[in-house]
């Protein structure tokens, strides 16, 4: 498949907010291994081609914009009556047939405000002229503003802005304006479909956490846990793979977990690995839910900026840690909008629990001059089924951090991708 993005760009900056998400639309293209042909407008200056758009997988084409040595200026035809400039339709015949000479080996062109905007009435016109010649060609147009309130009297070319258009697929971000986009341009509501725009939270994020992505799912895991410390007994990494399985198993939700593991002499790091993957598999995770950044290279340990950043993603810290004096880790996983589930044996875990409105369980714990040891009746596995229960229901009433979850497993790019942009390019195929 190859598809083409029609932007008519005279710029690249990424203050203008089209262009972010067409950057991102491109880039989900490409990580599809789908052709891509980008046309620009001819005015559109090669040195701001940073980022996606210098990629050179990118086919890139500039659509003519002169006319006997002058440039065409894009008149603003929104008020939709009265006359077009004198060579209007003599400038859009140039463009459709440039718009012809590169879309002919195109399967599907994704069009971007160019039927919307009063601005492009011009290209309007000429990719609808250009399309009587591209009979294979299909039509996703984009509109990113309000639809238009359909005037009473039509009068062409004004009319090209209220117009269905052959072979074509009426897009818009929000399910709730869909009824007005097919009121504009007198479709059924059957040709119009909603691709969201994306939150690129996981590409503003620094490398580390790039290279964490590639080895485990942070974005559609409904549950993402992340547990930094070091990698000894004392931390019970083994309890929180077990309360992640149990979660998984007794809730259904995908679940993964990260942990930021770092070396300590405790204990010989393959066999506590061993150990603690066993557990987890034991309640139901599976080797594919638990990584350990060690193991992705970062055996001294993963940066601290990539474990804040990795808060920001995660939705779940669980802290069973057999002693804390203090429990700095706590305060930043909360500071990023984690729930929060600590070991209220633990006394410095307790204070801050209690501080914090954390959800407390009992591990065996260090306490001031003694240990305690724990007794789950019947059993561990039913106190972590029922615990993680109580747990998958709180954090589905707690607004900010469901807010948090489906923002990030609904509206990244890969999801929009699967669910919503590809269905639309290869209908009809």
Same mark, same amino acid.
């Given at each position: 498949?190859?598809?083409a993005?029609l932007t008519?760009f005279?710029g690249l ?18 990580r599809a ?12 200056p090669d040195?701001?081609?940073?980022g996606?758009f ?10 003519i914009n ?12 929104s ?5 077009v400039?004198?060579?209007f ?6 463009i ?8 002919k080996?195109?399967?599907v ?6 039927l919307?905007?009063?601005w492009?009435?011009i290209?309007n ?8 010649e591209l ?6 147009a ?5 639809p238009l ?7 062409y ?18 399910y709730s ?9 007198d ?11 994306t ?5 503003s994020m ?12 942070? +974005?559609?895991?409904?549950i993402? @846990?992340v %547990? &930094?410390?070091?990698?000894t007994?004392g931390k019970r #990494? =083994?309890k ?13 939700k995908?679940?993964k ?5 770092f ?7 393959s066999?506590?690995?061993g ?6 598999k ?7 839910? +638990?990584?350990?950044t060690?193991? @992705?290279? %970062? &055996? ?7 474990? #804040? =950043?990795l808060?920001?993603?995660s ?11 203090f ?7 909360g ?10 044996a ?6 801050l629990g ?6 407390? +369980?009992r ?15 019947p059993? =561990? ?16 009433e707690?607004?900010?951090?469901n807010?948090?979850?489906i923002i ?10 699967e669910?919503?942009l590809?269905?639309?390019l290869?209908?009809?195929?």
């Amino acid at each position: 498949m190859k598809v083409a993005v029609l932007t008519m760009f005279c710029g690249l900056s990424s203050t203008y907010s089209l262009v972010n998400v067409v950057a991102d639309q491109i880039e989900m293209l490409l990580r599809a291994n789908i052709q891509v042909k980008v046309l620009v407008s001819e005015t559109c200056p090669d040195q701001e081609r940073k980022g996606i758009f210098a990629d050179k997988r990118i086919e890139w084409v500039k659509i003519i914009n002169t006319y006997k040595g002058a440039n065409i200026t894009w008149h603003d035809y929104s008020s939709g009556t009265g006359k077009v400039h004198e060579t209007f339709f003599e400038e859009a015949e140039l463009i459709a047939a440039d718009f012809v000479r590169h879309l002919k080996d195109v399967d599907v062109c994704i069009l971007h405000d160019i039927l919307y905007q009063g601005w492009h009435l011009i290209h309007n016109i000429a990719i609808r002229t250009a399309q009587k010649e591209l009979p294979h060609l299909r039509f996703l147009a984009f509109t990113h503003s309000l639809p238009l309130n359909r005037p009473m009297e039509l009068e062409y070319p004004f009319s090209a802005r209220y117009t269905p258009m052959p072979r074509t697929t009426f897009v818009y971000p929000t399910y709730s304006g869909l009824g007005a986009l097919a009121r504009q341009y007198d479709v059924p509501l059957g040709r119009c479909a909603v691709v969201y725009n994306t939150l690129p939270l996981l590409e503003s994020m620094g490398e580390d956490v790039r290279r964490a992505a590639e080895n485990i799912d942070l +974005m559609k895991a409904e549950i993402l @846990i992340v %547990y &930094p410390a070091r990698l000894t007994t004392g931390k019970r #990494f =083994e309890k929180v793979a077990a309360l992640a399985g149990a979660i998984k198993s007794k809730g259904e939700k995908n679940t993964k977990v990260i942990f930021c593991d770092f070396p300590s002499a405790d204990i010989p790091v393959s066999v506590y690995k061993g150990m603690v993957r066993m557990e987890g598999k034991r309640y139901g995770l599976g080797d594919e839910d +638990m990584l350990f950044t060690s193991d @992705i290279g %970062y &055996p001294q340990g993963f940066p601290r900026q990539g474990i #804040f =950043e990795l808060f920001t993603l995660s939705n779940l810290f669980i802290c069973p840690s057999y002693s804390e004096s203090f429990g700095l880790t706590v305060l930043e996983a909360g500071s990023r909008g984690n729930f929060l589930v600590l070991n209220e044996a633990v006394p410095a875990l307790k204070e801050l629990g209690e501080a914090l409105g954390a959800y407390l +369980m009992r591990w065996d714990a260090r306490n001031f001059g003694y240990d305690t040891h724990e007794k789950y009746l019947p059993s =561990e596995r039913a106190y972590y089924e029922d615990h993680g229960a109580n747990i998958v229901n709180l954090m589905r009433e707690d607004q900010g951090i469901n807010a948090k979850t489906i923002i990030r497993s609904r509206y990244h790019s890969q999801w929009i991708f699967e669910n919503q942009l590809m269905p639309l390019l290869e209908m009809g195929r």
